[in-house]
Nanobody, 114 residues
Framework: VQLQASGGGLVQAGGSLRLSCAAS????????MGWYRQAPGKQRELVAR???????TYADSVKGRFTISRDNAKNTVYLQMNSLKPDDTAVYYC?????????WGQGTLVTVSS
């Protein structure tokens, strides 16, 4: 079952977006979850991770600006993105951590204009 991210869009620098990703209960309840992104011409990278118990870690590039959270009742993981920069422009995906190849969805495009 692929994990589908949503909530992307076009935003000006300094703006905010909130991404969502719904997962099946079986995946969600036992797995650390991550938000990944892939910018044009670059490799996909993990930007935020949340453990099954709620512990969070962030890439240095987004620390202090992005917040990952999970709603266990809704089997949903979120990424609140504030103070967005043009360098944040990418397709954002959710997956388990470590990621499973068969879980990649189409992602959601975030475009930050300067």
């Amino acid at each position: 079952v692929q994990l589908q991210a949503s909530g992307g869009g076009l935003v000006q620098a300094g703006g905010s977006l909130r991404l969502s990703c719904a997962a099946s209960g079986r995946i969600f309840s036992i797995s650390p979850m991550g938000w990944y992104r892939q910018a044009p011409g670059k490799q996909r990278e993990l930007v935020a991770r949340i453990g099954s118990g709620g512990t969070t870690t962030y890439a240095d590039s987004v620390k202090g600006r992005f917040t990952i959270s999970r709603d266990n009742a809704k089997n949903t993981v979120y990424l609140q993105m504030n103070s967005l920069k043009p360098d944040d422009t990418a397709v954002y995906y959710c997956n388990t951590d470590p990621p499973r190849t068969d879980r990649w969805g189409q992602g959601t495009l975030v475009t930050v204009s300067s």
